[in-house]
């Protein structure tokens, strides 16, 4: 199987075999029972890491290995990766080493986002009776706005499919803040007409 990695502009290609996947499962099957217990995910402790934060600390690992010409390492980095995630098809790490902003291009359009920061509560979708409670709603379903590699985002709660979507990459927070106040107006509007 084939993984990019994109750092600084130039693109890696990772040739790995799927015997390799296949005879390390068991070391990947340690290194999720060790991020079982949590992990930190650059200045943050995440108790739960789901399935793409769990890629995005393998990718810095990743990142290291190459760095320090261990390719071996490398290889195995990217195979958790495959296994875990196949629809990954290409991986750009934050060029400050904060794994969280991590960002991964999918194999086709069908592949799932990136998951919404674990800060950000599930919201079940509800229709509120009133406007405070429709304003209350409306912010927790658009996530602050975080860090992306060199750009910004917030994600969207949309509770048709149940899942969060992330904005597409903006250029600068201001920017960013301005467009997400736009987001939790016109979801406040949504909810308010029911």
Same mark, same amino acid.
């Given at each position: 199987?084939?993984?990019?990695?994109?750092?600084?502009?130039? *693109?890696?290609?990772?040739?790995?075999? !799927?015997?390799?996947?296949? /005879?390390?499962?068991?070391?990947?099957?340690?290194?999720?029972? !060790?991020?079982?217990?949590? &992990?930190?995910? +650059?200045?943050? &402790?995440?108790?739960?890491?789901?399935?793409?934060?769990?890629?995005? @600390? @393998?990718? !810095?690992?990743?990142?290291?290995?190459?760095?320090?010409?261990?390719?071996?390492?490398?290889?195995?980095?990217?195979?958790? *990766?495959?296994?875990? %995630?196949?629809?990954?098809?290409? *991986?750009?790490?934050?060029?400050?080493?904060? $794994?969280?902003?991590?960002?991964?291009?999918?194999? #086709?359009?069908?592949?799932?986002?990136?998951?919404? $920061?674990?800060? /950000?509560?599930?919201?079940?979708?509800?229709?509120?009776? #009133? =406007?405070? %409670?429709?304003?209350?709603?409306?912010? /927790?379903?658009?996530?602050?706005?975080?860090?992306?590699?060199?750009?910004?985002?917030?994600?969207?709660?949309?509770?048709?499919? #149940?899942?969060?979507?992330?904005?597409?990459?903006?250029?600068? /927070?201001?920017?960013?803040? =301005?467009?997400?106040?736009? %987001? @939790?107006?016109?979801?406040?509007?949504?909810?308010? =007409? +029911?």
């Amino acid at each position: 199987m084939l993984l990019k990695l994109i750092l600084d502009d130039q *693109i890696y290609e990772l040739n790995v075999p !799927d015997t390799l996947i296949a /005879q390390a499962g068991e070391f990947f099957a340690k290194m999720d029972a !060790d991020m079982d217990k949590g &992990w930190m995910i +650059g200045r943050e &402790w995440v108790e739960h890491p789901d399935r793409l934060q769990r890629c995005k @600390v @393998v990718a !810095d690992k990743l990142v290291t290995a190459l760095e320090t010409e261990n390719h071996d390492l490398g290889r195995l980095m990217a195979g958790y *990766i495959l296994s875990r %995630a196949p629809e990954i098809e290409s *991986i750009e790490p934050d060029i400050q080493g904060e $794994p969280s902003n991590t960002l991964f291009q999918f194999r #086709d359009t069908a592949a799932p986002q990136a998951e919404p $920061p674990s800060t /950000q509560p599930h919201v079940q979708p509800a229709r509120p009776a #009133d =406007r405070i %409670a429709a304003l209350s709603l409306a912010s /927790q379903q658009v996530s602050k706005v975080f860090r992306a590699g060199r750009h910004w985002k917030f994600s969207v709660f949309d509770p048709a499919t #149940d899942r969060w979507e992330e904005s597409p990459a903006i250029g600068s /927070q201001q920017e960013a803040e =301005r467009l997400r106040e736009a %987001a @939790v107006s016109k979801r406040y509007e949504e909810l308010s =007409r +029911g």
